[in-house]
């Protein structure tokens, strides 16, 4: 079954949700995203027309990939970081940079080149922006999910040397920070 990647609509929000939820049940969610299912859970609809359309706007764009039945099987986000602004970290972001969150295949449809695809989208994307010029993409991979890390090593990110805890007070449990470089 072929699917069909492509940016997400504003009025898409409820297929959007349902996708989320879906990832926050997968077994590497602990790992995965910093969001649990019973705080997505919690949100009322509003909060998830409101994420969804800023998922859609200027700084951002969410892709999906629609199998024929219309299933959305796969997802992630390109966020623009505007130099002078602060980061989900609250560090201090020199550059215009974009970065990846929100990465989810269903475990069917796994192994078929379908992350490379959302993700070739996503970085295309980033590249032909024209305002702002945007020099690197970079991601955070916890430092206990091997799987993704290698995905992101193969499609040519590295690791940057910077880390960020995944939880205040918890040292050991921390996301690395992977970039690729405009060519």
């Known amino acids: ?14 297929k959007a949700k349902e996708l989320r939820l879906a990832s926050l049940a997968d077994p590497a969610a602990p790992v995965a995203f910093l969001e649990t299912t019973e705080q997505a859970v919690a949100q ?10 800023r998922a859609t706007g200027d ?5 999906v990939a629609e199998a024929s039945d219309g299933t959305w099987v796969g997802t992630v986000v390109a966020l623009i970081e505007r130099a002078g602004g602060e980061d989900f970290f609250g560090d201090a972001i020199e550059a215009d940079q974009a970065h990846l969150v929100g990465v989810f295949v269903r475990p069917e ?4 080149g379908l992350t490379e695809r ?10 032909s922006l024209e305002q702002p010029r945007i020099g690197r993409v970079r991601l955070y991979v916890h430092t206990e999910n091997p799987r993704a890390e290698g995905f992101y090593t193969k499609f040519g990110f590295v690791r940057t040397g910077k880390s960020a ?3 205040p007070g918890e040292p050991a449990s921390h ?4 970039e690729i470089v405009r060519p």
């Open 44 to 53: 009322p609809d509003s909060f998830w027309e409101a994420r969804t359309a």
């Open 109 to 112: 449809h796994r192994g078929i």
């Open 118 to 127: 959302l993700f070739e989208a996503a970085v295309e994307w980033v590249w």
């Open 59 to 63: 700084g951002a764009c969410q892709f």
């Open 175 to 178: 996301d690395v920070e992977m």
């Open 1 to 14: 079954m072929e699917q069909v990647i492509r940016p997400v609509r504003a009025d898409e929000w409820r």
């Open 165 to 167: 805890p995944v939880a």
